[in-house]
């Protein structure tokens, strides 16, 4: 019997000149290209995935500051999965083994369950489907609650996007976001500015602009939409090359990481982590911040679903 590589069954989809490979561990996306081109940092199947890199997060993306919460009246208290900063980090998701319950060419649609638990008291289902056209890569992800009381829930992806060739410095953002989520030393939120408000207009990628040597982990929202409803991030490199990823309404904030591990260190600057969120970091402790931090509650039966798109430019 063949042994299952470290990251979970392969599911390998090609449409056109795209071709993805989705690993059931965390149901992440492994490797995405176009014309052999890498529009993602990729892993090797037979590797730990590092960190989130592609990971699908569920039931919350980011982070749940110290790992406490309240919600329905009561206190909770969840492992502490970003020791160094104290908190709890990307959800419940992002090791399960999805299981494929429908499969072709160029789509696989994987699920699986979140189990209730002491820190997090409901089953959750969840399934996400990964379909390839000539348009790119778009990934769903839908949410049930099979539980008989309200469940606090969001989602969203964590693909490292590559413009090119070119080093990370060199390439040019864009990103169309009025405001951007200021955090301390910990990435604990603090306050909602204008990303104009920086006096070295570090958080405005408003027009094009080369990221340099900045450094970014942050949460942006306020953004701007086409007239179908969607919003578009655009990474170039000075080569020519580019990727873009869009999605609509169900997703008013987006993370935006520079990927800084420390020079020297597996995966630092190598590409642009960018984060669609259905809520902002922290949505778990909405109460306690002046803006609308967008968390779902989903109703016992009730179902919640939000999308993506990455396509190379």
């Known amino acids: 019997m063949a042994r299952t590589p470290l990251s979970g069954t392969q599911h390998a989809l090609r449409s056109g000149d795209y071709d993805a490979v989705i690993a059931s561990v965390g149901a992440s996306l492994r490797s995405f290209t176009h014309r052999g081109r890498d529009l993602t940092v990729s892993y090797d199947a037979d590797e730990v995935r590092m960190g989130y890199r592609g990971a699908t997060l569920a039931p919350w993306p980011n982070r749940v500051v110290d ?43 994987l699920a699986a369950t979140i189990e209730p638990q002491t820190s997090y008291p409901w089953r959750i289902e969840v399934e996400t489907t990964f379909a390839l056209s000539t348009d790119g890569l778009t990934q769903t992800v839908r949410a049930r609650n099979l ?91 000075p080569e020519g090359t580019g990727v873009e990823m869009v999605w609509g309404h169900a997703c008013p904030w987006v ?39 967008g968390l779902i509650v989903l109703e016992p039966g009730a179902t919640a679903e939000a999308s993506w798109r990455i396509a190379a430019l």
């Open 255 to 293: 993370q935006i990481h520079t990927a800084d591990k420390g020079l020297g260190k597996p995966g630092h600057r190598a590409g642009l982590a960018v984060e669609p969120m259905t809520c902002a970091p922290d949505a778990y402790n909405a109460d306690t911040y002046d803006f609308d931090a």
């Open 67 to 109: 790992g406490r919460y309240s919600f329905g009246g009561e206190d909770y208290l969840l492992a502490l999965t970003e020791p160094a900063r104290g908190h709890a980090l990307h959800g419940l998701a992002g090791w399960l083994a999805f299981e494929a319950i429908d499969k072709g060419p160029d789509h696989v649609t």
């Open 147 to 237: 539980s008989t009381d309200a469940a606090p829930w969001g989602t969203g992806p964590h693909p490292y996007l590559v413009a090119g060739p070119s080093a990370l410095d060199t390439w040019t953002l864009t990103l169309p976001a009025e405001r951007v989520l200021q955090v301390d030393e910990r990435l604990s939120p603090t306050e909602l500015r204008a990303v104009d408000a920086d006096d070295a207009a570090r958080f405005d990628f408003r027009e094009p602009r080369v990221l340099g040597a900045v450094e970014i982990d942050h949460a942006y929202t306020g953004l701007a939409r086409d007239e179908s409803g969607v919003t578009a991030v655009r990474l170039t490199d």
